[in-house]
C-alpha cells in the first residue's frame, strides 16, 4: 500500500500529524500573550512585520524578542530558547560576539558613515585575502548586492550576456537568479512580484551535480558567468558528488566562462569557507551574513584577470552610474565590525568547536531518525545541519523540491520551538556557533526525539 493510500506523509499518519500540529500550534499561542498584543498592534503599521519574511515562520503570531546573547534567545514572554536558527546565518558567530561589542564601542564616538576609508579598511582587505584567496576585494552591504555586482563586473569583463545558474539555487535578491527548471525547460519562478521581463531569455539553468548539462549550457561560449554555491542550500542541501567541482572548473575555463563560488552560507565550512577547504578555484567570490558578526555587510572578491578587465572597463565608459556600489557600502562601522569578526571571531578555535558540536548534533538527529525508523536523512556542511523529511542523499534542486514536506516540517519547528530549541522557518536548517554548548545540542537532540515519537506513535 502506498503512503498516500495509506494516509501517511512522509512515514506519519495525517490524522496524527493534524492533530499534533494543531496542539502545538495551541500551546505556543497560549504561553506568549504578550507577543500576541504586539502582533496585534504592530499590524496596521507593517501588515503584520517590518520585513515580510519575518511571516516565514509557521507561527500563529511571530515570536518577539527581547534579548539575545551567545547562543541563546529570550522572547518579551520570557521563554529562554536555545537559537539554532541564529538569524538564518547572520548571526553565526552567537549574538553580539565581545570583539564586535568593543568595535561597535570604539567606533561609536567617530561616526558611522562618511563614504570614506578607514584604517579598518586596510586591515579588512589583508585579512580577506588572507583568508579566502582571491588577490582582489570589494565591499558591499548585502551578499544580494555582493552577487548583483560581480555579475555585472562579469558581464562587463567577458562582454558575454548569459549567466548560468543552478536549478533550486538561492542566491538573495539577484534578478537573474529567479530561474528554474520546469518541466525541462527554464522559467522565472512563479513566485516573482512585479517581473516584467523574461529572466530565462537571459539565464541558463542546468541541475546541480549534471556536468554533461553544464558542458552543453556553455557550449556556445556566450555565458558570462556560472554562479554557484558550492553546496546547494536554502532548498533542501545538496551536497556535490566525487569530481563535480574539478569538472565544474574545466568546463569553466575550457570555454572562457568565469565562475563565481557565493559562500554565503557554506561558510559555515571553516575560516575560508568551502572554498579553501576544498581547494576550490573561483574567479569570483562572495560572502555576506555573518562576516561583520551580524552588522549588514558582505564581500566580494575576484582574481587579476578579472581586476586587469575591470580597469579597462574603467577607462572606457564614462564616470558614474556603473549600477555598482550602494552609498551606506564599507560604511565605517561596517568595516570595523568585519575586522573584528575576521580577526577575533571567526577563528579556528571557534570552527573546531562549531564543527564537534555539528558532528554530535547530525548523529543525534540521525540516531532518532534510524531509531524510529523513519525515511528521512541528515545532511551537513561544516556548522550547518539540516533533517530531511525524505530519503538521501539528494541529487539536485528537483530532488530537493521533492523532499519538501511543508505541513510536516512546519509541525516539527513549532514542536521544537515549544521544547525550548528555535530552528530555521525553513529547510529544517540548524547552525553550531562558537558560543553553543554541548547541553543545548542535546536538548534539540531530545526536543527532536519528543517529536518523533509523538508524529510517529
Given at each position: 500500500m502506498s503512503e498516500a493510500a495509506g494516509g501517511?506523509?512522509?512515514?506519519?499518519?495525517?490524522?496524527?500529524?493534524?492533530?499534533?500540529?494543531?496542539?502545538?500550534?495551541?500551546?505556543?499561542?497560549?504561553?506568549r500573550p504578550r507577543a500576541a498584543?504586539?502582533?496585534?498592534?504592530?499590524?496596521?503599521?507593517?501588515?503584520?512585520?517590518?520585513?515580510?519574511?519575518?511571516?516565514?515562520?509557521?507561527?500563529?503570531?511571530?515570536?518577539?524578542?527581547?534579548?539575545?546573547?551567545?547562543a541563546s534567545l529570550t522572547d518579551v514572554d520570557g521563554h529562554e530558547l536555545a537559537d539554532f536558527c541564529l538569524g538564518d546565518t547572520g548571526s553565526m558567530f552567537g549574538h553580539s560576539p565581545e570583539p564586535v561589542l568593543r568595535a561597535l564601542a570604539a567606533q561609536s564616538g567617530h561616526g558611522f558613515a562618511y563614504m570614506l576609508p578607514t584604517e579598518h579598511s586596510v586591515a579588512v582587505g589583508r585579512l580577506l585575502v588572507e583568508r579566502f584567496g582571491l588577490p582582489h576585494w570589494q565591499i558591499a552591504t548585502t551578499a544580494s548586492d555582493a552577487n548583483r555586482f560581480a555579475l555585472r563586473i562579469a558581464r562587463g569583463v567577458t562582454n558575454r550576456p548569459k549567466i548560468l545558474v543552478m536549478n533550486g539555487c538561492y542566491h538573495g535578491a539577484v534578478d537573474e537568479t529567479y530561474v528554474e527548471l520546469h518541466s525541462g525547460q527554464a522559467r522565472s519562478r512563479p513566485a516573482l512580484i512585479g517581473q516584467f521581463t523574461d529572466l530565462a531569455a537571459e539565464t541558463r539553468v542546468v541541475e546541480f551535480n549534471d556536468v554533461g548539462a553544464l558542458e552543453a549550457a556553455l557550449a556556445a561560449r556566450d555565458v558570462a558567468c556560472v554562479i554557484t554555491e558550492p553546496v546547494l542550500t536554502n532548498c533542501c542541501m545538496v551536497?556535490?558528488?566525487?569530481g563535480y567541482h574539478a569538472a565544474l572548473r574545466r568546463a569553466t575555463r575550457a570555454t572562457g566562462t568565469l565562475l563565481l563560488i557565493d559562500e554565503t552560507h557554506t561558510i559555515s565550512t571553516g575560516p575560508g569557507g568551502y572554498t579553501r577547504a576544498h581547494g576550490l578555484e573561483p574567479d569570483l567570490f562572495v560572502v555576506g551574513k555573518p562576516i561583520a558578526g551580524g552588522v549588514p555587510a558582505s564581500a566580494w572578491g575576484f582574481s587579476e584577470e578579472v581586476a586587469v578587465g575591470w580597469d579597462r572597463l574603467r577607462r572606457e565608459k564614462p564616470p558614474g552610474h556603473s549600477g555598482?556600489?550602494?552609498?551606506?557600502?564599507?560604511?565605517?562601522?561596517?568595516?570595523?565590525?568585519?575586522?573584528?569578526?575576521?580577526?577575533?571571531?571567526?577563528?579556528?578555535?571557534?570552527y573546531a568547536h562549531m564543527e564537534a558540536l555539528a558532528v554530535r548534533l547530525a548523529a543525534g538527529l540521525a540516531g532518532v531518525i534510524d531509531g524510529r525508523g523513519l525515511p528521512w536523512h541528515v545532511a551537513r556542511v561544516g556548522a550547518r545541519v539540516e533533517f530531511i523529511c525524505a530519503p538521501g542523499p539528494l541529487r539536485n534542486g528537483s530532488e530537493a523540491a521533492a523532499a519538501h514536506a511543508?505541513?510536516?516540517?512546519?509541525?516539527?519547528?513549532?514542536?521544537?520551538?515549544?521544547?525550548?530549541?528555535?530552528?530555521?522557518?525553513?529547510?529544517?536548517?540548524?547552525?553550531?556557533?562558537?558560543?553553543?554548548?554541548?547541553?543545548?545540542v542535546d536538548q534539540l537532540v531530545g526536543a527532536f526525539g519528543e517529536v518523533a515519537a509523538a508524529l510517529a506513535g
Open positions: 501517511r506523509e512522509r512515514g506519519i499518519l495525517r490524522e496524527r500529524l493534524a492533530a499534533f500540529a494543531a496542539a502545538e500550534r495551541v500551546r505556543y499561542a497560549r504561553a498584543a504586539l502582533a496585534a498592534g504592530g499590524a496596521g503599521y507593517y501588515a503584520g512585520v517590518p520585513m515580510h519574511w519575518m511571516l516565514d515562520w509557521p507561527l500563529p503570531f511571530p515570536m518577539v524578542v527581547a534579548d539575545a546573547r551567545g551536497l556535490p558528488a566525487p555598482l556600489g550602494t552609498t551606506l557600502s564599507a560604511n565605517a562601522l561596517a568595516m570595523a565590525t568585519m575586522h573584528a569578526t575576521l580577526a577575533e571571531v571567526m577563528t579556528p578555535a571557534a511543508p505541513a510536516l516540517e512546519q509541525a516539527i519547528h513549532v514542536g521544537l520551538l515549544n521544547r525550548g530549541c528555535l530552528i530555521a522557518p525553513f529547510h529544517n536548517m540548524m547552525l553550531l556557533c562558537p558560543a553553543t554548548r554541548s547541553e543545548q
